[in-house]
């Protein structure tokens, strides 16, 4: 094995040596290495040719070396030549690199010893000083902890020269596996030696979004805002299915697979700050995290979920599975996305990716809001759509290129010499404009992104990789999605062309739906339809009726009348809500009515609470707030959490918390009368924080009292029954089939009950409204 280098052909002069570097691909004769992998290390060495360092190639993998080597050598002879070189060059360049590649097997400990050693061997012969060692793990990742081990035990390079080991995806299956992973690694492995690999960043356009914000930075500034970004896009669309990969596809699906990482990578670049320094990887990480960390919380009523129909028989068949098994992994994905941070807040960033879809296409769309009028000339630039399009190839375009729309403005070239700007236009259309109507940038020489990230890892370049705080924070924002759909049965769509409309998906204030119904074949169709909304009595009072949604929609509807009604007479509507999980699903409706509810003129009270921060997930107020108050504009003073955290204690008697409430209500609301109080009912009969137990003989008087809950956090505030029974409306909501029991009870008692508080519920002048879903009544 030698390791002389050739001399570039243009560089007369002596080469000062810059040490050795041997490169070994673990998982050498494996699918990505045959594809991407050592066309890359190929380009790297035609690239550094002659500049000063020597180099040896060795392709690692667990077959013996008789069985490895002609398995390597078939790859490397179908090497394709780099465009810079000439065809002498090349064949010159090729047959050296040929002489400096080798297979090695790596199974054991003592494979890797003996790899150690051969190397150290061989550069002692040849006197050579050690520069560095790469290794590229081409292999599933449950090795990837045991090959670190090794790595660390038996192939360490002397403390002068450095250790790079680059890893493949997928880094774990959610937040947890992820850390366990990073916990393993970092135990062998430093954190600036690893260089966790997303190809995606390695493409030509997704390199230069930072460049091109940069360059254009004085342009873009006063645009890139909520006040004028419409809407964001971030998708990459494929026509192949998973079939041959289902072994590996079915554990991770779409989101795992590519929102996770690559495209969540794209939406990063495009809206984190600008680095100061374009060059400097900590601070480029450190605005990466804090922007992930400004996303706001997603689950399942934020994305759609599909699968092609084709998908479970491959599964059936791949992991010999039963014809009656049924996998829920998705191959379809659409998430709408908004950032809690004054610049980007209320701006949807639509992501989407799938497979066996209509075409292969992938890109990034900025689109602005157009506040232009165009009574005459729609075809006029000015009156067309504002748009900056990240293309990463493919589709209509079939290159990958940066385009402005030309009614924004003409921008920078974003790097002078290797792109170049398109002058040239097809007569095609792109998202909606002819060609002619951008300003376009493209790469002079199109290069493969493995070929970019090679050369980045040679050159210790660490902002084209995947930080582990990176990592971490990009699966903390996911898992709680991918744990919300793991029981969610996808859409199924038949594939490619005819999908039509099936996977079209809109927003509805923060909530996503497919926008046309699936046909399903229903037994007795229409049953359903005719038994939506049933209004009758239960325990003398008015009982509506239907299906969870339906229930949902007409009480949002009842509250919405109650409040215009309250506003026309008193200017003001006064409602407080429970905490629970009642109220969710209406919290959620009334979120969607953004623009019709009367938010401005509505103050919102809590009807109780427990005693943590209102910063914490259990906090009712949170839920309130997270559900609820951050998607309405409704002023700050209108909005009155109980005050259970004082003086830096919670719900401390002397701390006078109940008696600040009741004198905040007395203050706000005519006659302590709540205009609408929606309690929920727990299966003990408890509701509000008024349990079984709870001693209310001297509280007649009193508004709000502290309460104690047989639950944890024991601790409560409430309103009494005094508050609740003065209010002009109260609305109880019960829903699914849990509730069915205790509603088949309450039904049978007669007046109060003290072992059902709920039954103390009775407005002295006011109305008592149940709203009881069908599960909660039939069971």
């Not at 039509?500 to 204030?509: E, R």
């Not at 006659?671 to 109080?677: A, D, K, L, M, V």
């Not at 003065?726 to 509730?739: H, N």
């Amino acid at each position: 094995q030698g390791y002389s280098c050739l001399t570039n052909h243009n560089n007369h002069g002596a080469t000062k040596s810059l040490g050795h570097v041997t490169v070994v691909i673990v998982g050498g004769t494996g699918d990505l290495a045959r594809k991407y992998l050592w066309q890359g290390f190929f380009q790297l060495y035609a690239d550094q040719v002659g500049k000063g360092h020597t180099f040896s190639f060795y392709g690692g993998a667990l077959s013996t070396t008789e069985k490895g080597t002609p398995l390597l050598f078939d790859i490397l002879k179908e090497l394709a030549c780099p465009a810079e070189l000439s065809v002498e060059r090349c064949a010159l360049v090729k047959d050296q690199f040929l002489h400096l590649s080798k297979y090695h097997q790596l199974k054991t400990t003592e494979d890797y010893e003996n790899l150690s050693q051969q190397i150290k061997q061989q550069l002692g012969q040849e006197g050579i000083i050690e520069a560095g060692r790469l290794f590229y793990l081409s292999v599933p990742a449950f090795a990837y902890a045991d090959i670190a081990e090794k790595i660390n035990n038996t192939c360490r390079p002397p403390s002068e020269a450095w250790l790079r080991v680059v890893l493949e995806k997928p880094f774990g299956h959610n937040l947890y596996s992820a850390q366990a992973l990073d916990k393993k690694l970092s135990g062998q492995l430093k954190e600036e030696e690893m260089y966790r690999i997303d190809h995606y960043l390695g493409k030509q356009v997704v390199s230069k979004i930072l460049p091109f914000r940069k360059e254009n930075k004085k342009l873009l500034d006063p645009i890139w805002n909520k006040h004028h970004i419409e809407r964001i896009e971030i998708v990459l669309k494929e026509t192949l299915d998973a079939k041959g990969r289902i072994q590996f596809y079915d554990q991770y699906g779409v989101i795992r697979d590519v929102l996770q990482n690559h495209l969540t990578e794209v939406m990063t670049l495009m809206l984190m700050n600008l680095p100061a320094n374009l060059s400097n990887s900590e601070e480029i990480l450190q605005n990466k995290l804090n922007f992930l960390a400004s996303l706001q919380h997603v689950d399942n009523s934020n994305a759609v979920v599909g699968q092609y129909q084709a998908y479970n028989g491959e599964v059936q068949e791949e992991l010999n599975k039963t014809k009656d098994y049924f996998s829920l992994t998705p191959t379809f994905a659409g998430v709408v996305i908004h950032v809690d941070n004054a610049q980007y807040e209320g701006i949807p960033i639509f992501m989407t990716s799938g497979k066996a879809l209509d075409e292969r296409v992938s890109y990034a769309r900025v689109l602005f809001k157009s506040n232009v009028f165009c009574v005459q000339d729609p075809n006029n630039v000015q009156c067309k759509s504002k748009q900056i399009i990240f293309y990463l190839g493919h589709g209509t375009l079939q290159y990958p290129a940066i385009l402005l729309s030309k009614n924004l403005f003409k921008p920078e070239l974003v790097s002078s010499g290797d792109w170049k700007e398109v002058t040239e236009y097809k007569d095609v259309n792109v998202l909606g404009l002819q060609l002619s109507d951008y300003y376009i940038q493209s790469p002079v020489t199109p290069r493969e992104a493995y070929c970019e990230l090679i050369s980045h890892v040679f050159f210790g370049r660490k902002d084209s990789f995947i930080s582990a705080e990176g990592l971490l924070a990009s699966w903390e924002f996911w898992t709680p999605l991918l744990e919300g759909l793991s029981r969610v049965f996808p859409r199924v769509y038949p594939g490619g062309v005819d999908n039509g409309n099936l996977l079209n998906f809109q927003l509805k204030g923060h909530q996503v739906a497919f926008s046309h119904e699936a046909l399903v074949n229903v037994i007795n169709p229409g049953a359903e339809d005719n038994f939506q909304v049933m209004q009758g009595k239960y325990r003398s009072s008015e009982m509506v009726s239907a299906w969870a949604q339906e229930l949902v929609e007409r009480l949002a509807s009842d509250l919405l009348l109650a409040a215009e009604e309250a506003i026309r007479e008193e200017g003001q509507f006064h409602l407080a809500l429970s905490g629970g999980s009642s109220p969710v699903a209406l919290l959620r409706a009334l979120a969607l009515n953004l623009y019709t509810f009367p938010w401005r003129n509505t103050h919102i009270w809590q009807v109780d609470e427990r005693c943590v921060p209102h910063t914490e997930s259990g906090s009712n107020f949170r839920s309130i707030h997270d559900l609820l108050l951050q998607h309405i504009r409704i002023p700050y003073f209108n909005i009155h959490p109980m005050p259970v955290h004082l003086t830096q204690r919670l719900c401390v008697e002397e701390d006078g918390g109940p008696t600040l409430y009741e004198k905040e209500i007395k203050k706000h609301v005519n006659g302590s009368s709540f205009h609408y109080i929606l309690l929920g009912v727990g299966q003990d009969g408890h509701t509000a924080s008024l349990f079984q137990d709870t001693k209310l003989e001297n509280d007649e008087e009193n508004l709000v009292i502290l309460t104690e809950s047989p639950n944890k956090p024991h601790q409560r505030m409430s309103l009494t029954f005094t508050a609740i029974n003065r209010a002009r409306r109260v609305g109880v909501l019960i829903m699914g089939k849990s509730k069915h029991e205790l509603v088949s009870q309450l039904s049978r008692i007669k007046g109060e009950s003290s072992k059902y508080p709920i039954t103390k519920v009775q407005p002295k002048s006011g109305t008592l409204i149940w709203y009881i879903d069908y599960d909660a009544l039939l069971g």
